[in-house]
């Protein structure tokens, strides 16, 4: 199973020259999604078949904040012109869908909201996910994004078999 | 594989609070909606009266009040270890967003221990699918053998923050919504809250959730596709070995958007369910998003057991291509099974299966 994070802080504009270059719909993305963007590049840049159309790879998120530091921005802007381009990130499941976008990833994709990291609580969580008869691997995340410059990461590709 | 039954339900909405109340309501064409001051721009909505409460949220009254109604008919004991607890909601408390309140965490933290539940609760906030993904996410804690009940709850209050952000995406309609008619111009918000206890079994012929899928358009994140694949392939996934005459009907999203509706009617098309009845009841409540999927889950498991398709509030003329039999009549029905379908910013598409079961 392959994990990976991102340090709280780090420049995502930085990450993306490094590991992506090509995707300018990057820069229109809240920090959380940038980040979700950034680690499931770096987990999945030298699979094979990339961006292929597939239903049996799910995308599942995990977060206490969700998607809270979008949500001050939109609000801020909603007292002057509320912004569309914030409003639409103001679900914690816009990440997944990115991710999704990106990569042609069509299985399921699904945001959890917790109370805290709990490691074992999420793998009952992806566990469950695998009941899906199609879903044969999982990108796994667990993006906690106070603050446009604060966060803790973790991500894993994990396939059924890890799971058993 | 593990049935998993309905076996309690709880409502709270603008035009009733018990699932016979709604259901009546329902079939009456009652609303509540009105046109409401905003901030400036006015906005038309079904929302609950609040006269009366003088609580620190309204949100956790409603989705507590919804929570222990269902508690209450399943006769389970809500403190045992075996039994779980999912909150479906998109925003909760986002009124309160300058403190901590806001978090959907703290959310689900105060509805457990107002229900008493001892089990640690799970968020699934997943745009307007959310009460489908709940549901679902209920249905897997059973099979996994850790729960032998799991109390789903979802709820949603309007606030300025979500509506002012429709109105800048320009998806609401100033007039009753009109869900798949060809004068549609936008959704209606709404608030309620709903609750359904799964369980592993059952004292009586109960309502079954027979399988779920969540799948994800990969196309755009604020806009439906143009193939209505996702929403096709989740109905594909879930009406596996399922012929299409033993649906009473595929309750849709419906949300009276020209895009949400036109992608429905291709992916039910898609997948062969040209002939089954089709029905939205946005036009009822307005899109209640964090409850819709439940709420209108369990309107429909009243509709069926009463034998009926109820009609589209809004609906008169066809406005989608390939068309959809969708009616604004109530109709008559002797089946025993139903889809529910839902679809949602960031891609997101949901089918249920749920059909009339023995006691088990």
């Known amino acids: 199973m392959k994990q990976v994070s991102i340090p709280s802080g780090a420049s995502l504009t930085a990450l993306y020259r490094e590991w992506v270059g090509d995707y300018p719909k990057f820069f229109k993305m809240d920090t959380l999604s940038k980040l979700g963007f950034l680690l499931t590049e770096m987990l ?8 292929t159309f597939r239903e049996d790879r799910a995308v599942l998120v995990f977060s206490r904040e969700g998607c ?73 995340a667990w993006m906690d994004c106070k603050s446009d410059t604060e966060w803790v990461t973790n991500a894993w590709l994990v396939d059924k078999t890890d799971m058993l | 594989m593990t049935k998993v039954y309905c076996i309690g339900c709880g409502l709270v909405t603008p035009v009733g609070n018990t699932p016979a109340e709604v259901l009546a309501a329902v079939r009456a064409g009652k609303t509540a909606f009105r046109q409401y001051e905003g901030w400036p721009e006015p906005y038309y909505a079904s929302l609950l ?23 209450q008919e399943a006769g389970i004991d809500a403190s045992s270890a075996r039994v779980g607890l999912v909150l479906s909601t998109i925003k909760a408390n986002i009124d309160k967003i300058d403190s901590e309140d806001v978090s959907l965490a703290a959310a689900a933290e105060t509805l457990a221990k107002s229900l008493g539940v001892t089990t640690a609760p799970v968020v699934v906030s997943n745009a307007c699918i959310s009460g489908l993904a709940a549901l679902l996410q209920g249905v897997r804690m059973i099979r996994s053998g850790e729960f032998d009940h799991v109390i789903v709850a979802g709820a949603e209050v309007q606030s300025r923050f979500i509506v002012t952000g429709f109105q800048s995406l320009k998806a609401l309609s100033l007039n009753p919504c009109k869900p798949f008619d060809a004068d549609r111009e936008g959704l209606n918000v709404g608030e309620a809250s709903a609750a359904i206890v799964l369980s592993a079994h059952a004292d009586r012929p109960s309502w079954e959730i027979v399988d779920g899928a969540v799948r994800n358009d990969a196309n755009h994140i604020s806009g439906p596709s143009r193939t209505g694949e996702g929403s096709y392939n989740a109905l594909r996934y879930v009406l596996e070995g399922v012929k299409a005459d033993e649906l009473a009907f595929v309750n849709v999203h419906g949300t009276a958007t020209r895009y949400n509706d036109q992608m429905e009617a291709i992916a039910l098309n898609r997948a062969g369910l040209q002939d089954v009845p089709v029905n939205a009841l946005k036009g009822i409540f307005g899109h209640t998003m ?4 439940i709420l209108e889950s369990i309107v429909s498991m009243q509709a069926c057991d009463a034998g009926i398709v109820l009609p589209t509030q809004g609906f008169s003329r066809m406005g989608v291509e390939p068309a959809v039999n969708v009616s604004a009549q109530e109709r008559k029905t002797d089946k025993q099974a139903f889809v529910k379908l839902l ?15 023995g006691a088990r």
Not at chain 1, 44 to 51: A, Q
Not at chain 2, 51 to 70: W, Y
């Open chain 1, 68 to 140: 809270i530091a979008n949500d001050r921005h939109y609000a801020e802007s909603m007292q002057d012109f509320p912004s569309p381009a914030l409003f639409v990130y103001t679900l914690p499941n816009i990440v997944s869908g990115e991710i999704s976008i990106r990569n042609k990833w069509g299985g399921e994709s699904s945001a959890f909201v917790l109370e805290s990291y709990d490691e074992a609580r999420i793998w009952a969580l992806v566990r469950q996910a695998f009941q899906d008869k199609c879903t044969q691997s999982a990108l796994v």
């Open chain 2, 343 to 357: 679809s949602g910013f960031g891609g997101v598409n949901g089918a249920l299966l749920f059909r009339k079961g």
């Open chain 1, 44 to 51: 999945v840049h030298d699979e094979p078949d990339r961006f």
């Open chain 2, 49 to 71: 009266d609040r006269s009366g409460f003088e609580g620190p949220s309204f949100f956790d009254h409603i989705v507590l009040q919804a929570a222990q109604a269902a508690v």
């Open chain 2, 290 to 293: 964090g409850a819709a999927g």
